[in-house]
């Protein structure tokens, strides 16, 4: 679980590390009718706090939840675009995975076991974690797809250039 967590407390730096040179043109340039980098982003914050955290606190609070996640094509053509800009969607998804980890810290063990239904289907807490872990790693590749650019080419680009403090 230690692990997981981990992963999950990541992916805001992550996500921050690919964007911070990205400039308006990238971050909405879309590569053949994917979603764009700013999309990407403001999935990562909406997902978050609509859905992730949302299932995790109705499995805490409630015996077998009936749970429902965003689907991401309804989702993207309503979606709240009022904090669109770079800075804020970073901002506002680092403050909602924050509020998140620190509810998965306190999960005692046996609570990994409780239970929630998602179109008839049954899985445990433990599982809704390990899907989220993985949830973020394939929208960091497409957001990595979207830009070009791949974290470890960020990071090895910003150490030639001296940068690898940003």
């Not at 999960?107 to 008839?120: C, F, T």
Request: with cysteine; net charge negative; hydrophobic share 45%.
């Amino acid at each position: 679980m230690d692990e997981l967590i981990a992963q999950l407390a990541a992916t805001p730096a992550t996500l921050a590390h690919l964007v911070a040179e990205a400039d308006d043109f990238a971050l909405d340039a879309a590569p053949g009718g994917q979603w764009n980098a700013r999309t990407i982003l403001a999935h990562f914050r909406d997902d978050e706090f609509l859905c992730m955290r949302a299932a995790v606190t109705r499995m805490l609070a409630e015996q077998s939840p009936v749970l429902h996640f965003l689907d991401g094509t309804a989702w993207e053509p309503g979606r709240n675009r009022l904090r669109d800009r770079k800075e804020w969607l970073l901002g506002d998804f680092a403050l909602q995975r924050q509020a998140s980890l620190g509810i998965l810290r306190m999960v005692r063990p046996g609570d990994l076991q409780r239970r929630g239904l998602r179109e008839g289907r049954e899985f445990s807490l433990e599982q809704l974690i390990g899907v989220w872990v993985r949830h973020d790693r394939e929208h960091v590749a497409q957001l990595e797809r979207a830009l070009g650019e791949t974290l470890e080419d960020v990071r090895a680009r910003r150490a030639r250039e001296g940068l690898d403090h940003l």
